[in-house]
């Protein structure tokens, strides 16, 4: 008289590992978005660097102290192409000595690039 015992993980075992992978990624998550709104923000800082340059050029050739941002970006323009990184809207016209203001940096974020 032979029986088959079954071996399984009990319940407690499965809950157990449940709250483990949860406390994991409860310390994980935050971790990954501060990096991600840290990647944004340098996305977006590295994008006012490249039109506070294309304005500063335009200026120096043209002899003006205003330019607007049709006039800086295009494709045959100083900057090619502004890829947005978290949905901001960068200013329409651009003064000679006043900072660049980038608001609505993933909807809360407003970021400045003084000259």
Do not use: C, H, W
Request: net charge positive.
């Amino acid at each position: 008289m032979s029986t088959s015992q079954r071996r399984g993980f009990t319940l407690v075992e499965i809950m157990i590992v449940v709250v483990i992978i949860g406390m994991l990624a409860a310390m994980a998550i935050p971790g990954f978005q501060k990096v991600r709104t840290s990647s944004q923000d340098k996305a977006v800082l590295n994008n006012a660097r490249q039109l506070a340059a294309a304005a500063d050029q335009y200026m120096m050739e043209n002899g003006v102290s205003f330019v607007s941002y049709g006039n800086l970006v295009g494709p045959t323009n100083y900057v090619k192409i502004i890829n947005p990184a978290a949905n901001e809207s960068y200013p329409d016209s651009y003064t000679q000595g006043v900072t660049i203001t980038v608001s609505g940096v993933a909807g809360a974020r407003t970021i400045t690039y003084g000259l």
